[in-house]
């Protein structure tokens, strides 16, 4: 079989150099290995970290520029070398150019009103603005591909009164959107002409003299050869859900089983390995505190930030800020790990925390007996017996919440600064005006529960650089192969400058990939100056 471009991984990334290559006159075959559409994306609130997006400035949002982010990006995490420096230029200038391209194509964004950068305090960051979501569409997807959507169980942030307080707000809601931005992706790329095969694997590479020139797909039990003219892109994911390759690369101790990511095993890795790919970040995920119920990964977005909970190791001491962005929570955790004392860590909270917030899975105000019986949820009339039931020292939890009290009556922590920053700010109870995040943990009955430093997906992956050509380890670039979203390894130096950043980068990259192999990128990035 022949087609001009080959597009391995049915993500939001994927989709969208899909729909990218059709406009651009190209057939494009877009593989898949699962039954299911969508990747991570569909099961997340979709948000794109949008530098200098065209909303701002406007409706008392502020202005913004390439070079403001750029400061900002290099403030985080000063770039690794001159690709990833040239990578994030890239970003900071094609970003608003993406997003504007998504609109174009009836796809409408707007601001996620109120959303800081996890930094706003260092130079370049924004207290609002750089944050955008997909609407929710206007029309529907065809039913038998609407049930193709994927779904991850975990992937949802956990909001319950909050939740509806935003939502009763109005301009601070926080609606889950991935599934809405990749199946209006689905519907233009079926729409278009794309064809998908899922269930269809990328066995290998086709390479012929070092250039890539199709790809190896299994489907319906054979091994099926598609030569691809214009180039093959692998928009397939990191290595999240490989056990041995998590052991191999991430810090200790890891789990698949933690993660709430696409479900990726590392084929991305697996192939650049035929063209001697250069590789980066290996240590790096997008790291997020999550509780485990029946097996499965939850994110606690805003269980651990919200009022009248604590987060404390097995020494119950508390170390470190429990609202601070997830990526930096996750490190927190490993950083702090010396003698096994903070993997897991456990979040205690109050009954008062318990009825209004959702814990994981678990709806605010329920008692949901199978985990309680199971130890997954820990609920206690005191403080010693919650200690002694998730085998924590009892002296360090109860000094620990004594300590904690007298801060949140003060109104300010004067030990770890939660509430300070505005994204704390944003992620707590607005009903609480001397610190949003801060409550006394007093109210019985107590509940915990143990906590792991999950993901939502590996950072680390294919060295790519500004026009996201796979380099190899010679630094010279892989005629015919791309690479974008979790298969190349992120730009942004092990940190997350704000939320939608991974899916956003994930996006820049597909878009310039595709005009790449189109051979126009040299126009675009001229007209951008």
């Not at 913004?64 to 690794?80: F, I, K, Q």
């Not at 796809?107 to 305090?121: F, N, T």
């Not at 009290?405 to 001397?434: C, H, I, M, V």
């Not at 529960?449 to 630094?475: C, K, M, Q, W």
Request: glycine letters at 14%.
């Amino acid at each position: 079989m022949r087609t001009d471009v080959v597009i391995v991984g049915a993500g939001a990334a994927g989709l969208l150099a899909a729909v990218a290559a059709r406009r651009l006159g190209h057939d494009v075959l877009l593989v898949e290995a699962t039954a299911a559409v969508g990747g991570a994306t569909a099961g997340t609130d979709g948000h794109l970290w949008v530098p200098g997006n065209d909303l701002m400035g406007r409706g008392g949002l502020p202005t913004d520029s390439a070079e403001e982010a750029l400061t900002y990006l290099d403030g985080l995490a000063a770039p690794r070398d001159d690709v990833t420096a040239a990578r994030r230029t890239a970003f900071a200038r094609t970003a608003a150019v993406m997003a504007r391209w998504l609109v174009s194509s009836r796809i409408a964004l707007e601001a996620v009103k109120g959303l800081p950068d996890c930094r706003p305090d260092t130079d370049g960051g924004k207290a609002q603005g750089r944050t955008l979501r997909a609407r929710p569409p206007a029309a529907r997807l065809d039913a038998e591909w609407a049930g193709r959507l994927r779904t991850p169980p975990g992937g949802e942030r956990g909001e319950g009164l909050l939740g509806r307080l935003r939502r009763g707000l109005g301009d601070r809601a926080q609606p889950t959107g991935g599934g809405a931005l990749v199946g209006e992706l689905l519907r233009r790329a079926l729409g278009s002409g794309v064809e998908i095969w899922l269930e269809s694997p990328m066995a290998e590479l086709l390479v012929a003299d070092g250039t890539v020139r199709g790809v190896v797909v299994e489907r319906e039990g054979a091994l099926v050869e598609v030569a691809a003219e214009r180039g093959v892109l692998l928009a397939c994911g990191g290595f999240e859900a490989d056990q041995e390759l998590r052991e191999r690369h991430l810090p200790a101790p890891t789990s698949a089983a933690w993660s709430v990511g696409g479900g990726n095993d590392g084929a991305a890795l697996r192939a650049g390995a035929q063209v001697d790919a250069a590789l980066a970040e290996l240590d790096q995920a997008w790291w997020t505190p999550v509780l485990l119920a029946d097996g499965v990964a939850h994110r606690l977005d805003v269980a651990r930030v919200a009022p009248h909970g604590l987060i404390v190791d097995v020494a119950g001491d508390r170390y470190h800020n429990e609202a601070e962005p997830g990526v930096w929570a996750g490190r927190r955790m490993f950083e702090h790990n010396r003698g096994n004392r903070s993997v897991p860590s456990f979040l205690i909270v109050d009954n008062r925390h318990r009825k209004q917030h959702d814990l994981g899975p678990w709806p605010a105000g329920s008692s949901p007996k199978e985990a309680i019986e199971a130890g997954e949820l820990v609920r206690a009339t005191s403080l010693d017996e919650l200690a002694e039931s998730l085998e924590i020292d009892r002296a360090g939890v109860l000094g620990s919440v004594v300590a904690f009290n007298q801060l949140a009556k003060r109104g300010r922590d004067t030990d770890f600064r939660r509430g300070e920053s505005a994204w704390d700010k944003y992620f707590g109870d607005p009903l609480l005006r001397r610190n949003p995040c801060l409550g006394t943990v007093d109210r019985q009955p107590f509940w915990g529960v143990r906590i792991y430093p999950g993901d939502a997906g590996t950072a680390g992956g294919l060295v790519i650089d500004e026009r996201s050509r796979v380099v190899r380890a010679d630094g010279v670039p892989v005629p015919g192969l791309w690479a974008c979203a979790g298969a190349a390894a992120a730009p942004f130096g092990g940190v997350q400058p704000g939320d939608g950043a991974a899916l956003s980068v994930a996006l820049v990259d597909a878009y310039r990939a595709v005009v790449d192999l189109s051979d126009q990128l040299d126009r675009i990035d001229e007209a951008l100056g």
